[in-house]
């Protein structure tokens, strides 16, 4: 089993920027794409980055060129720089990572006030 756990989540105001990290732990040898996804009230959850153990990145369209996704295999840590943020990537973002199954965080809030 691997455990995920978010932190770095806020308010903030438009333009402005939050780093989101989410630290892994348990069986993370094996772990192979991790990323990030994001749920807003009442939308469906949608994809936000994710990075391969290869450094392979994706990233939806709605963030491209304000969002960078990287990971530290060293502290098994995955993290997220969010700049430059609108009200509308105001959602609970959550943290996956991939070992035979798919893993979940629980999640931490943004907030983006306009």
């Known amino acids: 089993q691997v455990q995920l756990a978010e932190s770095g989540g806020g308010l903030v105001q438009a333009g402005g920027s939050l780093r989101l990290s989410c630290a892994a732990s348990?069986?993370?040898?094996?772990?192979?794409?991790m990323g990030w996804y994001r749920q807003a009230p009442g939308k469906q959850r949608e994809l936000v980055a994710t990075?391969?153990?290869?450094?392979?990145?994706n990233y939806a369209d709605s963030v491209k060129g304000r969002f960078t996704i990287s990971r530290d295999n060293a502290k098994n840590t995955l993290y997220l720089q969010m700049n430059s943020l609108k009200p509308e990537d105001t959602a609970v973002y959550h943290c996956?990572?991939?070992?035979?199954?798919?893993?979940w965080g629980q999640g931490t809030q943004v907030i983006v006030s306009s």
């Open positions: 996956t990572a991939r070992r035979q199954v798919l893993y």
């Open positions: 348990g069986s993370v040898f094996g772990v192979t794409t």
């Open positions: 990075i391969t153990s290869a450094g392979s990145i």
